[in-house]
């Protein structure tokens, strides 16, 4: 076992196989770990990276090099769905994530619906596809994780967040209708990427949260459409990662209704009890991003261990990285996982 390579350690843990130890990575998307203290040492920085298929690949290399994640995660953001569907996107700064300028949409009986096809015509997928391509080829024995932006959070990014939540309500038929075509589309933005080199996808939803949604309406939109991205992800048998945000007191049943390979949390959540209370979970996280940033390298030492000794099957932070992040801090992370 303790020849097993990146990939082959995550697919072991994915399909809760044995392995030699937890694997310890960073998604991308949401959970982007191209912090500045890399980009300055390297040379290769966003935004640019978030067009340049090169400068991507190459930033998403010198982050595998340089944290010690075992993989790569591409794209850095979440913004991709939205700007192929028409929402107006700012592309941030070397230390800024890039973020929605402004939602194209007012309500959901505004939307436009796009015919198939719109994600492979917009040149920022295509950049990240042919990063996903090169990375593949270049690195076979790292898993390439292609993120992806979860249908509520992507539809909250269309359509104005605002009178879209108040819809989920009032207007059903009309919000299940956007959801559903967005589902389809980042189906398709999933299948580019996994026709291409992608080993795992990644779905983060912060938008699908038990405390922004209640359980009533996670369990008739979020679970719904997370599993019809999720199966049909599992049709090109690709296994899936689902990161659910915020506390889940109030959504915890509907967890084992989704269909992903893996559950990740923040870090206010007790992996170990959900393992504990859901034990066909493969679990992953989750260890605090504000400890990452703020704390000391000894103490991200000593709960990464613990995280270890929970059983926890997949160790990475438990959200998005601050971009100024000490790469110390994940080293001190990185570096306890792989320690016998």
Do not use: W
Not at 39 to 59: C, R, V, W
Not at 91 to 103: A, D, F, V
Request: proline share 5%.
């Amino acid at each position: 076992m303790n020849d097993l390579t990146p990939k082959e350690r995550i697919f072991r843990s994915l399909k809760k196989q044995t392995v030699d130890r937890a694997p310890v990575i960073c998604p991308g998307g949401m959970m982007n770990s191209a912090i500045v203290e890399v980009m300055n040492k390297t040379g290769h920085t966003l935004p640019e990276g978030h067009h340049d298929s090169k400068i991507m690949a190459a930033l998403a290399n010198d982050v595998h090099l340089n944290t010690g994640f075992e993989n790569f995660g591409i794209p850095f953001c979440m913004t991709v769905e939205a700007e192929v569907l028409g929402s107006e996107i700012n592309y941030g700064t070397l230390s800024c994530e890039p973020k929605i300028q402004r939602e194209v949409f007012s309500s959901v009986t505004d939307v436009v619906y796009k015919e198939s096809g719109a994600m492979e015509k917009n040149a920022r997928v295509n950049a990240i596809i042919e990063a996903t391509y090169a990375l593949s080829k270049r690195y076979p024995d790292v898993p390439v994780f292609g993120s992806v932006t979860g249908p509520l959070s992507t539809s909250a990014s269309l359509v104005d967040p605002i009178p879209f939540l108040k819809e989920l309500r009032k207007n059903r038929d009309g919000a299940h209708r956007v959801i559903d075509y967005v589902s389809d589309q980042i189906i398709e933005y999933a299948k580019l990427m996994i026709e291409n080199g992608a080993s795992v996808i990644t779905i983060a939803d912060p938008t699908a949260t038990g405390e922004i949604l209640g359980p009533t309406m996670f369990g008739e939109y979020a679970v719904k459409y997370l599993n019809k991205i999720i199966d049909a992800i599992h049709e090109t048998n690709t296994p899936v990662v689902v990161h659910i945000c915020g506390k889940m007191n109030a959504v915890k049943k509907f967890v084992p209704q989704i269909k992903s390979d893996a559950i990740s949390t923040d870090s206010s959540i007790s992996l170990k009890k959900l393992k504990e209370e859901y034990s066909q979970l493969t679990t992953m996280g989750n260890l605090s991003t504000y400890l990452l940033e703020f704390g000391e390298a000894e103490k991200i030492s000593i709960l990464t261990e613990k995280l270890k000794n929970d059983g926890i099957d997949i160790i990475s932070p438990a959200c998005g990285l601050s971009t100024s992040t000490p790469l110390r801090n994940i080293n001190a992370m990185t570096n306890r996982v792989k320690e016998s």
